[in-house]
C-alpha cells in the first residue's frame, strides 16, 4: 500500500538513520569509486545485504561499512535531501527519536549533531540499539506510534507489533518487498506529519 494521506502527530513518530536520515548509499557508491575503483549504480543493490547483489569483494564491503560506522563525518556522510529541515520543523514541535542498528552512539551522534546544529540536536534522542531486529521494544519504550525503516523486513516485523505502524521509506533494496505505507522523500514525511 503506497499512501502519503496518513496524518501523523509530531511526537508519535520516530526514525532509522542509515537509509533514512543519512545517505549511506550515496557515502558506500562514492566510496567504492573513490577508494576501491568499482564502479556501482543505486540500482544495483536489490538488496539490503549488499554483498548478496553485488560483484564486490566482501572485504572490502565491510571495510567500506566499517569506515562508515567509525567515522560517519570524516567519510562526509551526507544527509538525505530534505531529512535536517524536516527534522528541525520536527524539533520545534516535539522532541525527534533515533533508533538506529548501529552498535556504537558517539559517532553517529556526532554525525547528527553536526547536521542538526545545537539547538535542533538537543531536542533530539537516539538510541543505538545494536541490532535490526530489536528495534520495537525501543520504539515502545519511547512511546512512538510510528517509525519509518528503510529495512523491508524491520517494518514487516513492526507490522505484527500491536500499535506501531511502520513506514517504509522507499530504496532500491526494499521495493516491492513488502505491501506496507510507504514515503519516497523527506516532502512525504513533511506532508504526513502536517508541518
Known amino acids: 500500500m503506497k499512501s502519503t494521506r496518513q496524518e ?17 548509499m550515496e557515502a558506500f557508491i ?19 545485504m549488499v554483498e548478496q547483489c553485488l560483484d564486490l569483494d566482501p572485504r572490502v564491503i565491510e571495510e567500506i561499512f566499517s569506515r562508515l560506522m567509525d567515522d560517519p563525518v570524516g567519510e562526509k556522510m551526507l544527509p538525505m535531501k530534505g531529512a535536517v529541515e524536516t527534522i528541525r520543523d520536527l524539533a520545534g514541535l516535539a522532541p ?9 552512539f ?8 553536526l547536521h ?37 523486513r524491520t517494518c514487516r516485523d513492526l507490522a505484527a507489533e500491536t500499535g506501531i505502524t511502520p513506514i517504509v521509506y522507499e530504496q532500491p533494496w526494499n521495493h516491492k518487498r513488502h505491501r506496507l505505507l510507504t514515503v519516497r522523500n523527506w516532502q512525504a514525511i513533511r506532508d504526513m506529519c502536517a508541518i
Open 8 to 24: 501523523i502527530p509530531p511526537g508519535t513518530i520516530g526514525f532509522d538513520i542509515d537509509g533514512v536520515v543519512a545517505d549511506t
Open 30 to 48: 562514492r566510496m567504492a569509486r573513490d577508494d576501491y575503483d568499482k564502479d556501482i549504480r543505486p540500482d544495483e543493490i536489490t538488496d539490503f
Open 96 to 104: 525527534v527519536i533515533f533508533i538506529t542498528a548501529r552498535p556504537r
Open 106 to 113: 558517539s559517532p553517529i551522534a556526532d554525525w547528527l549533531h
Open 116 to 152: 542538526l546544529g545545537d539547538e535542533t540536536f538537543n531536542r533530539c534522542h537516539l538510541v543505538a540499539s545494536g541490532d535490526h531486529d530489536n528495534k520495537a521494544e525501543h520504539i515502545r519504550a519511547q512511546g512512538l506510534k510510528f517509525f519509518v525503516d528503510d529495512r523491508a
